[in-house]
């Protein structure tokens, strides 16, 4: 358990219709990353932040995806009008204090969406 | 944008066998990680190499800047270590750039 959280871990949903996946990470992770996962692939960069401002987002974010993170700590990922194409594993990791020195990451168990 | 390539893409092994799974990058790096990723999603950060060897357990990860490659290498494979190896690599502030990653099924 790498103590960062997301919900929900599994969400099917039909096209068309919005999905909001939440992260919560370590307290001291001030720095929180969004991923996507398609199968057999690696992680693909979303968007990241540092505390509360979001610093890149990859031109894999469309206009329909949007990410929040009020505050600094917890951070949500919206996708509205989804399609097919956007099923996939949506992964959080977060990184701060000690761990920003060594590199590490740490990762949640994921969320899974599949688009009908 | 840095290219990962990760080879073999499956690898079937029988306990105990010492296995490697290599990583080849194309741009110039600060820091390479070795993630393991099991069924259902959840991924574990192993190592982080900026030069050299690192040793954990019956793990074992290399890197060679002037080459632009690492290896991990498991020692006294056993069915546990059966998951995906996913090799990425990092320069400054940049997000990660993932490998595809590499199967391993560890058959008793």
């Known amino acids: 358990d790498t103590g960062v959280s997301q919900n929900p871990r599994h969400k099917i949903t039909k096209r068309g219709q919005n999905v909001t996946f939440r992260c919560d990470p370590i307290s001291e992770h001030n720095r929180l990353y969004w991923y996507r996962q398609t199968l057999g692939q690696g992680p693909e960069f979303l968007t990241y932040f540092q505390n509360e401002a979001q610093l890149e987002k990859s031109r894999l974010l469309s206009d329909r995806f949007s990410a929040e993170r009020p505050k600094g700590s917890f951070s949500t990922l919206e996708i509205q009008r989804t399609e097919q194409g956007d099923s996939a594993m949506y992964l959080c990791?977060?990184?701060?204090?000690?761990?920003?020195?060594?590199?590490?990451?740490?990762f949640g168990e994921g969320s899974r969406l599949t688009v009908l | 944008k840095n290219e990962v390539e990760q080879s073999p893409q499956n690898l079937t092994a029988q306990e105990g066998e010492f296995i490697t799974i290599n990583c080849s990058y194309s741009?110039?790096?600060?820091?390479l990680h070795w993630l393991q990723q099991h069924p259902g999603g959840g991924i574990v950060s192993l190592f982080m190499?900026?030069?050299g060897k690192k040793k954990h357990g019956r793990l074992i990860a290399t890197i060679n800047i002037q080459e632009k490659h690492s290896s991990l290498h498991i020692t006294a494979s056993h069915p546990r270590d059966s998951a995906v190896y996913i090799c990425a690599v990092g320069s400054g502030n940049t997000p990660l750039v993932f490998g595809k990653g590499t199967r391993l099924s560890v058959i008793a």
């Open positions: 990791a977060g990184t701060g204090g000690a761990s920003i020195l060594t590199g590490e990451l740490f």
């Open positions: 741009v110039g790096i600060s820091a």
């Open positions: 190499l900026s030069s």
